[in-house]
């Protein structure tokens, strides 16, 4: 009887032990632990990331859109910012002297008239002095002449001091004229009572101060230019095609185009002449465009790389930062929710075009809403983050 108990208690207890297991398997199936629910957990960690305000701003993250661009139909050409010749100016000294002051700066907007620096020369005084004393000259000369006019009508003088005053009465009107005029051309004009030692040389036209090639006390010459003046108002860029390139050229093309300096910056002009000229040696002609809008920072002599528009085809594009790589596959990041503490973006595959000027098309592979806010500064540190969460994930699993 005492067996028959025990193999009965032993029998309850086994059956109470099967019983829990089961219990504790089944609650591993339905828990957090569950292999398709960090899948799940870890495809939704790959296609999002989110950063707080701070961590955007740390890293610069700019959004944008897409922007229509013509990367295709274009044909490559560089060339520089330059004037035409009524556009700039040498000033140079009409005559030799000292500079005693120079009063502007390279880059100082100047207007027509503008003293640019004063040259001294004792000669200056001389040639002052000289019409002075030819106008006195000249002064006694036409009241002789009305004296021995009236003498010779009366038959009272012989007419030859009459011929003799005459003549020298028009040698003194001839260098009082020179005289005056040469005082006037370097701006004295007519000399009174005060005689001037210097002179000013002035702008010959309204631009900017390019270069200043002298310094006070140096003594110039005639033929030396002392200062460049420039009009940037009308600044084209001239341009090399090479002959292949030839037959696609007409006037009026519009050119998309960008400093070397700033390759970020894309401007616009038009083609408005084609050179008669060809260069043998290089195989291309010269174009000209017309710059459509004012630029502060354009000088002349500044390089340009411009892609001349053949056709008006425009695809969509991003700047070339917003788009990253992983494995092979391109993506884009697209603003998402935004919650309290963080902004979440989603990561987009897509496909690659053509790249040009710093902006490449892209293909969507899904569609995106119309006002979709795109990564377009930032996208790389985004990418670094979403693989960090798929290694946290994969060692996690």
């Known amino acids: 009887m005492k067996n028959i108990i025990i193999l009965f208690l032993y029998s309850v207890l086994l059956i109470s032990c099967t019983t829990h297991d089961h219990s504790e398997d089944g609650g591993h199936s339905h828990g957090e632990d569950d292999p398709a629910h960090e899948e799940m957990e870890e495809a939704h960690g790959e296609d999002e990331v989110g950063l707080t305000a701070l961590q955007m701003e740390k890293i610069g993250l700019k959004l944008g859109g897409f922007e229509q661009k013509n990367l295709k139909s274009t044909v490559k050409v560089n060339g520089e910012l330059e004037l035409p010749p009524q556009n700039k100016a040498d000033v140079s000294a009409m005559v030799a002297g000292k500079i005693t002051q120079i009063s502007v700066q390279p880059g100082q907007r100047v207007k027509k008239g503008t003293v640019l620096a004063r040259l001294q020369n004792p000669a200056f005084i001389e040639w002052q002095q000289a019409y002075l004393e030819t106008e006195g000259e000249l002064l006694y000369l036409n009241k002789e002449w009305e004296r021995l006019k009236d003498l010779v009508a009366k038959e009272i003088s012989p007419k030859k001091q009459l011929d003799k005053i005459e003549s020298e009465r028009a040698i003194a009107q001839a260098t009082l004229k020179g005289l005056k005029a040469k005082l006037q051309l370097l701006g004295l004009g007519t000399p009174s009572d005060k005689l001037y030692s210097t002179i000013a040389l002035r702008s010959p036209m309204d631009g900017y101060v390019r270069e200043i090639k002298a310094n006070t006390g140096v003594f110039v010459q005639p033929e030396m230019s002392l200062f460049e003046i420039v009009d940037n108002h009308h600044l084209h860029i001239d341009l090399k095609v090479f002959e292949k390139d030839l037959p696609y050229i007409k006037e009026g ?88 503490d963080e902004t979440h973006f989603k990561k987009i595959p897509v496909l690659k075009g053509v790249t040009d000027f710093g902006y490449t098309e892209v293909k969507l592979l899904e569609s995106l809403p119309e006002n979709a806010e795109i990564v377009t500064e930032g996208a790389y540190f985004l990418m670094a983050q979403s693989k960090k969460g798929e290694e946290g994930a994969g060692h996690h699993h």
Do not use: C, W
């Open 253 to 340: 093309q519009i050119i998309q185009f960008s400093l070397q300096s700033q390759p970020d910056e894309l401007m616009n002009a038009y083609i408005f002449a084609i050179g008669k000229a060809f260069n043998r040696a290089q195989r291309t002609v010269d174009i000209h465009a017309e710059i459509k809008e004012e630029k502060a920072n354009l000088l002349p002599g500044m390089f340009v790389e411009a892609r001349i528009i053949l056709g008006d085809k425009k695809v969509p594009t991003l700047p070339d930062d917003a788009i990253t790589v992983d494995k092979g596959l391109f993506y884009i990041f697209v603003k998402e929710e935004v919650h309290e």
